[in-house]
């Protein structure tokens, strides 16, 4: 009769923490499509600067230090879960921090627009669908806030806990996930300082690479 209790009590109790762990990995690898997604969106950027010649103003340039800002907070929970238990407080701040950054980002996204849209005001360099870099930009940060905000509304099911401890495989995606965000962030401020070169200002409209000219090149 011992025997028979005890079993069923360890079945039962597998039986539950399954499928909340299961949530858990859902969560984190959530946090690993937010940070590259949003790595994906910078990356559209540069197919416009490095591939089409349009070069960013300062307002396009503060908007990509927002998406990366947003990032970090997820990116800081990855990693964070390389190293232990995450508790439900750094799940949440980590998130917080992505909502904060993606709201602000999109202030910045939202002047952009209202600085262009009275007519017949072209708009800043080019478009994609018939809406310019920075409309997209809006959506993106409206977009990211609204998935940051579900991860936070469903912490009880998707804070990772000690995920990455047990899959192999959240492992190996958290050194590639940082690796990404780590490779954006640096080719960022190299864009930026290839645009303002060794100058106090960004030109408004920038048409050229400020430090090729102020090294005579």
Not at 146 to 159: G, H, I, M, N
């Amino acid at each position: 009769m011992a025997t028979t209790t005890v079993t069923t009590a360890v079945s039962t109790d597998a039986s539950t923490t399954s499928p909340v762990r299961l949530s858990n990995r859902l969560g984190l690898w959530f946090a690993h499509a937010y940070v590259i997604g949003l790595c994906g969106t910078l990356a559209g950027a540069y197919f416009f600067q490095f591939g089409l010649w349009e070069y960013p103003c300062p307002m396009c340039l503060l908007q990509r230090m927002f998406f990366l800002l947003s990032a970090v907070g997820p990116a800081w929970i990855i990693a964070r879960s390389r190293k232990g238990e995450v508790t439900t407080r750094e799940w949440a701040s980590g998130w917080g921090w992505a909502i904060v950054a993606a709201l602000i980002g999109s202030t910045v996204s939202a002047a952009q627009v209202l600085m262009h849209i009275v007519p017949p005001d072209p708009g800043y360099a080019g478009a994609l669908f018939g809406l310019h870099l920075y409309t997209w930009a809006l959506i993106a940060f409206l977009g990211a806030a609204v998935a940051a905000a579900a991860a936070l509304f469903l912490t009880p099911q998707s804070e990772p806990l000690n995920a990455t401890a047990t899959s192999p495989a959240l492992r190996r995606a958290a050194t590639v996930t940082l690796a990404v965000i780590t490779v954006f962030a640096a080719s960022n401020l190299i864009a930026c300082f290839l645009l303002q070169g060794i100058n106090w200002q960004l030109s408004g409209d920038p048409t050229s690479y400020q430090l090729f000219t102020d090294l005579g090149l």
